[in-house]
């Protein structure tokens, strides 16, 4: 007599990683920007607008990592984009450094999803989306 079968067993689905902790740390590293609002708002401006320049920067490096035309032409698109709402915060409105991080946060919300392929650790793209749109808010906040 033939013996039953084993009933299968089902690996049980892959569970989504929350980026709920790479969140709250974007947050958290937000605050001393805050500070810095608080204590030297011109300053805060300034810095802020170098490390909006310098993200606009990684792009061409990677960008030629790559090696692709197309890839270099877009990675400078983007990069280029960046470093011009930098340099336009600070000759005439702060609310472009605004309109920057807020649109890098987007690009961010994008690797993550799987929009975009990457390279990158999986909490990275969260993370720094979430500092990003809080230094956004906090530009718009401490601009008017």
Do not use: C, Q
């Not at 030297?40 to 170098?50: E, T």
């Amino acid at each position: 007599m033939p013996e039953p079968a084993a009933p299968s067993v089902s690996a049980a689905p892959a569970r989504k990683r929350t980026p709920l902790l790479p969140v709250v740390v974007g947050f958290a590293a937000a605050v001393p920007y805050y500070v810095l609002f608080i204590m030297h708002p011109d300053g805060a401006f300034d810095m802020l607008s170098l490390i909006l320049a310098f993200t606009g920067g990684i792009y061409y490096g990677v960008a030629l990592r790559e090696g692709s035309r197309r890839r270099l032409v877009g990675e400078a698109l983007a990069g280029g984009a960046l470093t011009v709402m930098a340099a336009l915060s600070l000759w005439w409105n702060p609310l472009w450094l605004a309109a920057g991080f807020a649109a890098h946060g987007l690009w961010n919300l994008a690797h993550h999803t799987g929009a975009v392929k990457h390279g990158i650790r999986h909490w990275f793209p969260p993370m720094h989306a979430a500092w990003e749109w809080v230094i956004a808010a906090m530009v718009v906040y401490f601009a008017w």
